[in-house]
């Protein structure tokens, strides 16, 4: 029997287009792009090409767009150059937010920056007369740091609500938009954001290539010394083969938006259903019937001494399915997310992640394998 793969906010498997773009570069393509000769300019176009798509995507100019090795780098940079650059003095974030945010702030803690953490309610919906009152008390400048999709939870941030209130008290405006770039249309135009960041591997693109938009207005200084790759903005020679993968992983990502989004929004409904019908005493986490990502289902359980194991048996079911953040999997630690909602945090919880490879018969299969491994878990408590 095929392994059915569920763990898409993870990683996305590579399209066959995008890894017969990777290879014909690898193959062909060789030269500098720093260089003036003919193989150096025919790199250069390459990354040109892939920064025109990007750029389009989001609707920037193309001098906003600047390549970086993934998510978690374009977000280290946004974060820690406004402090260096924009005389940042508060950040207003929440504790939903990924570990490559949450950890910078942590960094700030005995320095001048006052970090400011929004309290999320049980179904991790933050508030926007929370987030107003704050920015009217801080003083000084504010960057206002609030992630898109939540990648265990799957929660949405409505980005132009929040852009208004930014604009409105003059607060730079950073989203972390791994999770939803190349899912959902994103205007960084309309919803008046400053900075985004990327990452290839969430849409079936490759591993260690990323981007950030930085607005114009927020210009912040070079982030790693050297050559004057990413117009001085990021030094080192550019990583061809990925950004052709990044480039026709995005263009099919946007042709094929719409689409791919209703089979999607269809699958999850079909999951919940199944799962409520059949599953004793499941919840689910998050704002799973109002503003979220359709792609991203949390699931909880009663917890059992089976609860560690769950995850394996899935495994060795067929099932790639994870447990609260992908990069928290596998060592024992809680979802610092589930415990942000305050419910509670005994329970045993379970991402399902889905793409739009995955198809009706997969939730039939797996809702199967739940039925016999979750109740026999519940019973033996
Ligand atoms: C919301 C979010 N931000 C950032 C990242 C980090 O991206 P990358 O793996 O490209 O460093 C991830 C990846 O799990 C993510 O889900």
């Known amino acids: 029997m095929n392994r059915i793969y569920f763990d898409h906010a993870a990683s996305t498997p590579i399209l066959p287009e995008v890894a017969e773009a990777m290879h014909n570069t690898l193959m062909t393509v060789f030269g500098n792009p720093s260089s003036i000769h003919t193989e150096g300019r025919k790199a250069r176009s390459i990354i040109e090409e892939t920064r025109k798509t990007i750029a389009k995507a989001i609707n920037a100019s193309l001098g ?39 950890h910078v702030l942590d960094t ?8 400011i953490m929004l309290t999320p309610d049980e179904k991790g919906r933050l508030s926007l007369a929370e987030l107003e009152k704050n920015l009217g008390l801080s003083k000084g400048k504010v960057l206002v740091s609030l992630m898109h999709g939540n990648n265990e939870i799957g929660n949405l941030l409505p980005l132009e609500a929040v852009g208004a209130l930014c604009k409105e008290y003059n607060a730079y405006f950073h989203s972390d938009t791994v999770q939803t770039f190349g899912k959902i249309p994103i205007d960084v135009q309309a919803c008046g954001l400053h900075f985004i960041s990327g990452s290839a591997h969430k849409l079936n693109g490759p591993k260690g290539i990323g981007f950030v938009y930085i607005n114009g207005d927020a210009a912040i200084k070079p982030y790693i010394h050297g050559g004057a790759q990413e117009r001085n903005m990021r030094a080192g020679t550019e990583n061809i083969p990925s950004l052709a993968g990044f480039k026709v992983a995005t263009q099919l990502a946007i042709e094929n938006q ?14 919940i259903a199944l799962l409520q019908d059949e599953i004793e005493d499941i919840t689910f986490n998050g704002d799973v019937f109002g503003e979220s990502l359709p792609n991203i289902i949390s699931l909880s359980f009663p ?7 769950l995850l394996f048996s899935f495994d060795i079911e067929g099932f790639a399915v994870s447990g609260g953040s992908a990069c928290s999997s596998g060592v ?21 992640s889905l793409s739009a490879m995955n198809t009706m018969d997969d939730l039939q299969r797996f809702v199967a394998v739940a039925k016999k491994l979750v109740p026999v878990s519940v019973l033996e408590r």
Do not use: W
Not at 73 to 84: F, G, H, S, T
Not at 108 to 115: M, Q
């Open 64 to 102: 906003e767009v600047y390549f970086t090795s993934g998510g978690t780098e374009a977000n280290n940079m946004v974060l820690k150059n406004a402090i260096r650059d924009l005389g940042v003095q508060t950040i207003i974030s929440s504790p939903l937010e990924h570990h490559c945010i949450t």
């Open 108 to 115: 700030f803690k005995d320095t001048d920056v006052h970090v």
């Open 258 to 271: 719409a689409q791919r989004f209703a089979h999607i929004v269809e699958l999850k409904q079909a999951l």
């Open 303 to 309: 917890q059992t001494p089976k609860s560690e194991m």
């Open 332 to 352: 024992d630690q809680g979802s610092h997310v589930i415990a942000a909602l305050g419910g509670d945090t005994t329970r045993t919880t379970i991402r399902v």
